[in-house]
């Protein structure tokens, strides 16, 4: 199977990324496009369909060579590929992998983007995986995926794992989703535009941020300027990335208490550009929330390996995985 060649599609709000790699993962031709959703469904699909074959053209292959595609979206997403509600790109009951199918002519299997992510780094991280893996992704949401005997979990209902909405403080701040206290409501970008503007605006304390981010609002700091004020020993900031850590080792302690994985990998944006700073502090959070205290030997607290590829190479090795062995 390493000869056959997949597509791994990354459909997020902003843009749409396609690898093209053999069955082992290795890329051998990419491309990128704006997604636009304000374009709409249809929009967007010809935009990701055009991207795949762009990125053909790169690997110097035909459409008609890939055996099959595999897609990532930020949606929850049913067995047969609908996207049910992917609120950034304003999609409801959409049918990702049917759309996608017919403008390519090829299998395609869509998962949401984080389960597609965590798959990836259970069967393409540098590590060979068997037992259950937990992925958790901090950007501008917190999502989050389950691996166990070599399948995403997604429950019965296949909504199943949306980590990121865990409650983790019953009284907390209110989350986009409308509960309060999830874990990404800490745990985003999102989550610490709340420490943010609370620090800087409300109590005018001293920050590096406003000068950084010159106009841009506090939603969605960008990861290198979050590591630029960390560097510079910016208490705000920083205070806001230990909380982050912190309630993540609160969920990451639930989940070793509910479930013993082998590993949880912590990726994402804030991972990538902070993953040195930050693991030590969720490490030292986890310790307090899981049970028995033994049970933490057993588990492995890492960071990421697929960085900015995470998603499409785990679309990539979702369809591959679907191809052999349909369900
Ligand atoms: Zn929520």
Sequence with gaps: ????????VDIGGTKISVLITDGGGRA???AKKKSKPEKGFRGVMDRAAQTVAEACDAA???VGSIKAAGVGAPSPILPNGTAINAT?????NVPLAEALRE?????????NDCNAGTFGEY????RQRKGTLIGLFMGTGLGGGLVMNGKLVTGDNSMAAEIGHMTVNVDGRPCGCGKRGCLEAY?????????????ILLEKRESILPKLMEDAGYDNVRSSLLKRAWDEGDAVVREALAQAARYLGVAAGNLITLLGPETIVFGGGVFDALGKELLPLVKASTKEHAFPPQSLADTSLELAQLGDDAVALGAMAYARSRLLAPS
């Design 60 to 62: 110097g292959v035909d």
């Design 1 to 8: 199977l390493t000869e056959q060649l997949f597509a791994g």
């Design 103 to 111: 403008r390519l002519k090829m299998p395609v299997f869509a998962e």
């Design 187 to 199: 745990a985003s970008k999102t989550g610490m535009a709340y420490a943010f503007k609370e620090a």
């Design 123 to 126: 069967a393409l991280g540098k």
């Design 88 to 92: 950034n790109m304003g999609w409801k």
């Design 28 to 30: 051998v031709g990419r």
